[in-house]
């Protein structure tokens, strides 16, 4: 709802391993297309500044969600889109892995979360997408993610990376990510400089970015929302991407009790009525998904799984006093209206989310003309849902799913909320 009266590196034990589409495995480089701008038109329902829709291919969707959340938070304080890499940090997060003796069964583990990429962000900055690939400055999917990956793995295996003493020469870590990931001489050269062959430094030593480009966290304008309003518009203050990554927090969905759950729904719709790109962790189940993008209710047999990150836009609420049913993709300019959209007997019907499966796809009809966005009903996300463990070849075993758990998983928050 818009409102328009507004006022080094541990890795984490529990991490999301992302879920992405079965037809995302086999990458097709022919089909990729440049990012393109939303359609504010369509999407400007919260006031959320989202950055353009991007397509993972491999499990690192908790990269994706913090550089939807951090791109966001620098548009709304600039007004200027930037295209920060997920690739760069997917790199440094393998070197981190690697180095701490956590590849030890020789392959790589792409999961994390807004944690883990907080650190990588603290110690090795932001990149653009073009200043690390050159070649994937524009592309909606990276194929060189892929590749790496394959590569990397094979590295961990039988190459140069198999035993555990060639894991922990850090210098020679680095050169086969290099390798892997085909870095350009220059790209190289300036790792090199600001971090070390064998990256004794990290941007939290006394380190000079001259001459390259790579960025501190605190380059990164954004503006600080609190929650304290006057006159029905939240205060914003000037901030950075370095403080948004320490101050905000996330919360773990409530499960004990319906009131518990309301207070929580109520936290999220205040944070999105002062324009904040909230950050949600859930666990998918693709046959769920119907062919408009929309996940209803947990699915009577189980199908390809894994946890997933992505970016808050909007949501619809029902049972609002006075009004019934405030719609998502519906301007709402009556600070009123959304006040009482807080009141404890309405009902949110679904989250509409920006996700990182890619733009427009031909295997289904996108939400609302919202191509790259996803509707998470509460009977889904409230749900009971079969867990299954994966088989020995890596994908969702569905005749092994002795867990039942509930798919809302948490909301990274602003300070505040």
């Known amino acids: ?45 919260t006031d959320v500044e989202h950055s353009a829709v991007k397509r993972q291919s491999i499990g690192n969707c908790w990269l994706y969600a913090t550089a939807s959340w951090a791109e966001s938070l620098h548009k709304a304080a600039t007004g200027k889109e930037v295209n920060m890499s997920e690739s760069y940090w997917t790199y440094w997060h393998w070197f981190d892995e690697i180095t701490s003796g956590s590849a030890e069964d020789g392959k790589i583990s792409t999961g994390g979360g807004f944690w883990t990429a907080g650190e990588i962000i603290k110690n090795y900055g932001v990149m653009y997408e073009g200043e690390f690939i050159a070649d994937e400055a524009t592309d909606e999917m990276s194929a060189r993610q892929d590749e790496a990956l394959t590569a990397m793995n094979e590295a961990l295996k039988n190459g140069a990376l198999k035993t555990a003493d060639a894991r922990a020469d850090r210098e020679l870590v680095r050169q086969t990510l290099d390798a892997a990931w085909g870095l350009d001489a220059a790209v190289v ?85 002062d324009e904040q790109p909230l950050i949600l962790s859930w666990f998918v189940d693709f046959n769920s998904l119907d062919d408009q993008g929309r996940f209803f209710a947990p699915p009577a047999k189980p199908g390809h799984q894994g946890g997933h990150m992505v970016v808050l836009e909007d949501y619809q609420v029902k049972d609002v006093p006075g009004i019934g049913t405030l719609a998502a993709g519906t301007l709402v300019t009556d600070s009123a209206e959304l006040d009482a959209a807080l009141d404890k007997d309405a009902k949110i019907e679904f989250l509409r989310v920006k996700n990182s499966w890619g733009n427009y796809r031909a295997d289904r009809d996108f939400v609302g003309g919202m191509p790259g966005y996803h509707d998470l009903y509460m009977p889904y996300l409230d749900g009971t849902l079969k867990r299954c463990n994966d088989g020995a070849d890596g994908e969702t075993d569905v005749n092994d799913c002795p867990f039942e758990i509930t798919p809302f998983e948490s909301v990274v928050f602003p300070p505040g909320y």
């Open 189 to 273: 050269a300036q790792l090199d400089k600001v971090f070390g062959k064998d990256v004794k430094r990290t941007l939290r030593s006394r380190v000079s970015l001259k001459t390259t480009k790579i960025w501190r966290a605190s380059t990164f304008k954004t503006k600080k929302a609190t929650p304290t309003a006057v006159q029905g518009q939240p205060r914003l203050k000037a901030s950075n991407l370095l403080r948004a990554i320490e101050e905000w927090q996330s919360s773990s969905y409530p499960t004990w009790s319906d009131t518990s759950k309301r207070d929580f729904l109520e936290r999220v719709q205040r944070a999105l009525h």
């Open 1 to 45: 709802m818009k409102r328009t009266n507004r006022p080094f590196l541990v890795l984490l034990a529990l991490s999301t391993a992302c879920g992405a589409p079965q037809e995302d495995a086999e990458i097709d480089v022919e089909a990729f297309e440049a990012p393109t701008q939303p359609d504010r038109t369509k999407e400007a329902i």
